[in-house]
């Protein structure tokens, strides 16, 4: 098993330019989330899909859709970059596992818009 | 909206010694609480988590956590560290919701 994983790895964008995270995961997981890490803030949460061809806001969602293709992908799409959406982006997907859902991460994607 | 506080930055502690990381969290109901853990440039890692049942819970690595109720608290402990377990360690709390909240995280250096 692959996991969780991302693609690209790095990306610079110029404000106002438009692009699409992508995610798979290969653990046949029903839920799938985006994260966004800052420094000092931990993680927060962008969007999340308890199913396929469901999704959900999460805590900081404006500037953001996302896509639940099928099951085992879930995309992050910026349409008009700002200099605040530079982070680190986290995928994760989840089972429940003992009566919770156990998060499992993606390497992550680290975007610089400038 | 439940939350959690991570009140440590940054915690330093030599090889071989205890380690503790501290996490309190607010929520309503019953609190699912995890650990997480981050090494430079990956993901992160489910270390632990507690549902219900026995306070100490064990984790990956050594690992194990303390639920205190009656201080809100789920601290993070090793008896004996080790320069690998450096790195940068989340705490977690999910509600009855799929909504989880992380800490802002507390960087674990250990010194040989």
């Known amino acids: 098993n692959a996991g969780v994983t991302q693609t690209p790895k790095f990306q610079v964008l110029k404000t106002g330019q438009s692009m699409t995270l992508q995610c798979a995961q290969d653990?046949?997981?029903?839920?799938m989330y985006w994260y966004r890490q800052d420094p000092g803030m931990g993680l927060r949460l962008i969007y999340y899909?308890?199913?396929?061809?469901?999704?959900d806001k999460g805590e900081v969602p404006n500037g953001y859709n996302v896509s639940r293709l099928n099951k085992r992908e879930f995309s992050l799409r910026l349409e008009s970059a700002a200099p605040s959406q530079t982070s680190v982006y986290f995928c994760?997907?989840?089972?429940?596992?003992?009566?919770?859902?156990?998060?499992?991460f993606g390497p992550g994607t680290r975007l610089t818009v400038l | 909206a439940q939350s959690v506080a991570q009140p440590e930055d940054q915690v330093n502690v030599a090889e071989g010694n205890p380690l503790t990381v501290k996490c309190t969290y607010s929520?309503?109901?019953?609190?699912?609480l995890f650990w997480y853990v981050q090494y430079p440039n990956r993901g992160l890692q489910f270390l632990l988590k507690?549902?219900?049942?026995?306070?100490l819970v064990k984790g990956s690595y050594g690992f194990e956590a303390e639920f205190n109720k009656s201080q809100t608290s789920f601290h993070l402990k090793k008896p004996s560290a080790l320069v690998s377990d450096s790195a940068l360690y989340f705490c977690?709390?999910?509600?009855?919701?799929?909504?989880?909240?992380f800490g802002a995280g507390t960087r674990l250096t250990v010194k040989p």
């Open positions: 994760a997907s989840s089972v429940e596992e003992r009566g919770t859902d156990t998060q499992y």
């Open positions: 653990m046949n997981h029903n839920s």
């Open positions: 899909s308890a199913s396929e061809g469901t999704t």
């Open positions: 929520v309503s109901g019953n609190p699912y």
């Open positions: 507690y549902i219900t049942g026995d306070n």
């Open positions: 977690a709390v999910r509600d009855n919701n799929n909504d989880m909240r």
